[in-house]
């Protein structure tokens, strides 16, 4: 079976794991028991040796058509024909208790036909530690058991209604099906005290578990012109939310490209500290509390924490681990011959001064509308503004982490800023002890810094770093982190500036890699999608309302068939990058709701 595009794929998940659909009905990537463990599935990155899980309809002629439920993370995907139609339905299992424990860590496959008589081809083939291990397959009844040669992997089963026989240490079957019969397919961890089979059972864990999530987005209040899309995106964001900790990681995915044949490759399973003022604030902004505060007491732990370089790290895994060593996985041939396939992530050790800004304002936030912080919390605010206070003028590796060197990046002044702006109004708001004469002074000094030496008269613009005239789109976060007014004429010829150089239509790219290939990477890469909705927002800040309406309905375009965004766009508009992206639904959540807000004549009302 050919490399499917990226964007032909759907998720499912449980909020400790996620795999990824295609539109065939296979399963190319998924990694168990946990979003960082090895892979189990990846033929995403290696169509021969990365392992699946595909259930294919015999038919001639075929079409298919993938969608979710409304309003779940459960994923149908149709076989349609001239002979008959049928559906696989997929989903893993969230039987909810008194807090929404997860008991069943398994992915469920239904198989029914729901026209004429259809013989189907089953084909199980995981291949456990990134394919790195072997592994015994053992036939047992109505079942199949997967013990890897590997301590890195659990054993792991698949349970079927149909008879699987082995084929070397894979599982294979055939079978027909009439209209109205079906086939049922459970991988994962099996209870051995369960009949995991049992029809009862299989439809109570879909019906609890359709249940749990109509009743999770059900408690959003976005009423607005675009509730499908947002709530698709806010459904996604749960699915990437650690149920375990609190955590939110970039992508479920690693190794997709960001331009196809090249080395931007890199591992998204991750959290980012960059990502938690924007989480905080979509979850806030959409009335999702629980998870508001649950990312926010894991973020106050790392109030904690210390760093190689800092008190922080720019990413962390999901709990809170600082491990994330980068290497490459040789075996692998990457997506479309992209290589190399990266796990870990070296930007963990890089200089980021942003992300002070970043999990500041995420306090902010979080004490703005939830509850006040705790006075050990604010002892941690100190230390780590203190460090900040002698550093946030040194060169870094930016909010693009460069491989390039480090340069003096203007959004890492802008969110060096930000930090000491929201500990001052926090201070204020909260009555709380600390310098706040002496952070007033360094915002001020940086500001100063800004103005004074991140503006090319020439181009009437702010630059991406000093000494440089090159333009980034990430100078669009401005006036969204209220350093700037939306219309200084200042920033209004930067914006412009920036639609001139950056910009095509709606689509935005970060910065030049070409005339300026400060990230030390060879090659082009797509536009980055979340520039695209922060562009979006910056137009309707600047009252060009009309404007920033069309280049979002654009925008909502460019998704794929369920409604799913990666982190970049091509050329062609094909889906580059990590997929699902965080950051991008995130971004476009923000533009969705500031744009409603607008257009029914109302100011916004959180922070951003």
Not at 10 to 19: D, P
Not at 120 to 149: K, L, Q, T
Not at 268 to 290: H, I, K, V
Request: one cysteine or more.
């Amino acid at each position: 079976m050919a490399a499917q595009p990226i964007e032909n794929y759907g998720v499912i998940g449980n909020m400790r794991s996620i795999a990824l659909i295609s539109m065939e009905g296979s399963i190319d990537f998924f990694c168990f028991p946990n979003f960082d463990s090895p892979t189990v599935f990846a033929a995403l990155l290696d169509n021969e040796k990365g392992g699946t899980f595909c259930i294919q309809a015999q038919l001639e002629n075929l079409r298919t058509k993938q969608l979710y439920l409304p309003d779940t993370n459960i994923l149908l995907t149709r076989f349609l024909s001239d002979a008959g139609v049928a559906e696989i339905t997929d989903f893993m299992p969230i039987l909810a208790g008194k807090k929404g424990e997860i008991y069943a860590h398994q992915i469920i496959r239904m198989v029914r036909v729901i026209k004429g008589e259809i013989q189907f081809r089953a084909f199980c083939a995981p291949r456990f530690n990134y394919a790195r291990n072997g592994h015994i397959a053992r036939a047992e009844n109505d079942c199949v058991h997967f013990e890897p040669d590997c301590t890195a992997s659990p054993k792991m089963t698949l349970h079927a209604t149909v008879p699987f026989a082995l084929d070397g240490n894979d599982a294979v079957a055939s079978f027909t099906l009439k209209a109205g019969e079906m086939a049922t397919f459970t991988f994962g961890e099996a209870d051995p005290d369960q009949n995991v089979l049992d029809a009862d059972a299989i439809e109570d864990h879909f019906h609890q578990t359709s249940q749990y999530w109509r009743g999770w987005i059900g408690g959003s209040n976005y009423s607005g012109r675009w509730r499908e899309m947002v709530n698709r995106s806010a459904l996604l964001l749960k699915l990437l939310c650690s149920q375990e900790y609190g955590s939110l990681i970039a992508a479920p995915t690693f190794g997709l490209p960001e331009r196809i044949g090249g080395e931007r490759n890199w591992d998204y399973r991750y959290t980012w500290l960059r990502d938690s003022a924007f989480s905080l604030y979509a979850f806030m902004r959409l009335g999702f509390n629980e998870e508001a505060l649950a990312f926010t007491n894991w973020l106050r732990d790392r109030l904690h924490d210390d760093a190689e370089h800092g008190p922080l790290q720019v990413m962390y895994r999901i709990n809170g681990d600082q491990e994330l060593d980068e290497s490459i996985l040789e075996n692998f041939q990457g997506y479309l011959g992209s290589r190399p396939v990266r796990i870990g992530n070296g930007a963990s050790g890089q200089l980021q001064l942003d992300i002070y800004g970043e999990l500041m304002d995420a306090i902010y936030l979080s004490n703005k509308y939830g509850d006040a912080i705790s006075y050990d919390d604010w002892r941690g605010v100190g230390r780590i503004l203190a460090w900040l206070g002698k550093n946030w003028n040194r060169p870094d590796e930016g909010i693009w982490e460069v491989r390039g060197g480090r340069k003096h990046f203007l959004h890492s002044r802008l969110m060096c800023w930000v930090a000491f702006d929201r500990a001052i109004r926090l201070g204020r708001k909260r009555s709380l002890s600390g310098p706040l004469a002496e952070w007033l002074a360094t915002r001020d000094a940086i500001t100063e810094d800004i103005f004074t030496n991140f503006w090319d008269d020439s181009q009437k613009s702010f630059v991406q770093y000093e000494g440089s005239n090159a333009l980034d789109a990430s100078s669009l976060l401005m006036p969204l982190m209220r350093f700037i007014s939306p219309v200084d004429p200042r920033w209004l010829s930067t914006l412009d500036a920036i639609e001139k150089t950056l910009t095509e239509d709606s689509l935005v790219y970060r910065y030049d890699t070409i005339g300026n290939p400060i990230d030390g990477l060879r090659g082009r890469e797509g536009s980055f999608t979340a520039c695209s909705f922060w562009f979006i927002e910056c137009l309707a800040r600047s009252h060009q309302m009309e404007k920033a309406r069309l280049l979002f309905d654009k925008m909502l375009g460019y998704a794929n068939h369920v409604g799913l965004y990666s982190e970049q766009l091509g050329s062609s508009g094909q889906h580059l990058g990590n997929f699902p992206q965080a950051f991008t639904h995130l971004a476009l959540i923000s533009a969705a709701t500031y744009l409603d807000r607008a257009l029914n004549g109302k100011n916004n009302a959180l922070w951003h």
